[in-house]
Nanobody, 123 residues
């Protein structure tokens, strides 16, 4: 059974930092694209960042550029999201996901999802 389990969410003051982790089990995703998405309160889920399985190329939503960094540790079958300079509008449930492609392609959906971790940023 494939599982993606997020951790690292919590309450942080605006301007602070958090590091989200996603641990995968049930299969390896070393050659696959991994991504982070989020669902703010009362809004639809949105893309945050992705990292390819081929050459670790990265993609970011405009809202994340310059503040968030996605990385992966293939030896641990894990992916991370370092979030700095957090703003109240970053408050959301953050989801880890895997796409069974070596390079991120937003045309295709994600194949596996975690259950999410809540990030709350106070003003």
């Amino acid at each position: 059974q494939v599982q993606l389990v997020e951790s690292g969410g919590g309450l942080v003051q605006g301007g602070g930092s958090l590091r989200l982790s996603c641990a995968a089990s049930g299969r390896t995703f070393n050659t696959n694209t991994m991504g982070w998405f989020r669902r703010p309160p009362w809004k639809s889920r949105e893309f945050v960042a992705a990292i390819s399985g081929s050459d670790n190329s990265t993609w970011y939503a405009d809202s994340a550029k310059g503040r968030f960094t996605i990385s992966r540790a293939d030896a641990k079958n894990a992916v991370y999201l370092q979030m700095n300079s957090l703003k109240p509008e970053d408050t959301a449930v953050y989801y880890c996901a895997a796409q069974l492609r070596t390079t991120w392609d937003p045309y295709f959906g994600m194949d596996y999802w975690g259950n999410g971790t809540l990030v709350t940023v106070s003003s």
